[in-house]
């Protein structure tokens, strides 16, 4: 679920100005994760507000990158491709809880729009094939599958011990 008060602990770290390169990419990806029929893609087309959170949090993502990694970022698919794109997730993650004070569950909906257009990446290279498509390394879907499910495992024990909530909340 959207938080307003989240987004805005990471709103300012957005990739700024966006290159073009990467604006093309993102558009892209948008027209992949939206066709309805796409034999390069897993499961059902999604909505707008879907895509846009996805590109949203990869701005965030690649503005993280450049501003604390210091990455020149110049292109989604050269980064989301990456073969150590699991590792610089799990440093991005590390820092939106232990910096950032985020929550595990926004956290983890940063890393499930990783992974997503970490498959998209990785199918723009294996289309275009070449040496790229050849070095391609497939663990790094898995990993972020599995930073994913040990976000989600955390949300869960972080919202059981929330005292933010009050105890006669109605959720309706």
């Known amino acids: 679920p959207y938080d307003e008060e989240e987004d805005a602990k990471v709103s300012n770290t957005a990739l700024s100005p966006v290159p073009p390169s ?24 999604v909505v707008t507000t879907t895509v846009e959170s996805d590109k949203g949090n990869a701005l965030r993502f690649l503005g993280y990158l450049q501003e604390q990694k210091g990455v020149q970022v110049k292109g989604v698919v050269h980064v989301f491709a990456s073969a150590s794109l699991a590792l610089a997730a799990q ?24 992974a997503s257009i970490a498959r998209f990446a990785h199918e723009a290279v294996k289309k275009t094939g070449g040496q790229a498509a050849s070095r391609l390394d497939s663990s790094v879907l898995a990993a972020l599958d599995s930073l994913h499910r040990q976000c989600r495992a955390q949300a869960r024990k972080q919202d ?6 009050p105890v006669n909340w109605l959720s309706w």
């Not at 990467?22 to 796409?38: S, T």
């Not at 440093?91 to 990783?114: M, P």
């Open 22 to 45: 990467v604006a093309a990419e993102l558009d892209k990806y948008e027209a992949h994760r939206m066709e309805p029929f796409n034999r390069l893609r897993e499961g059902a087309p």
């Open 91 to 114: 440093q991005f993650a590390k820092h939106l809880v232990d910096e950032r004070g985020l929550k595990y569950d926004t956290v983890g909906g940063y890393l499930l729009s990783i």
């Open 160 to 165: 059981a011990f929330d005292i933010d909530t």
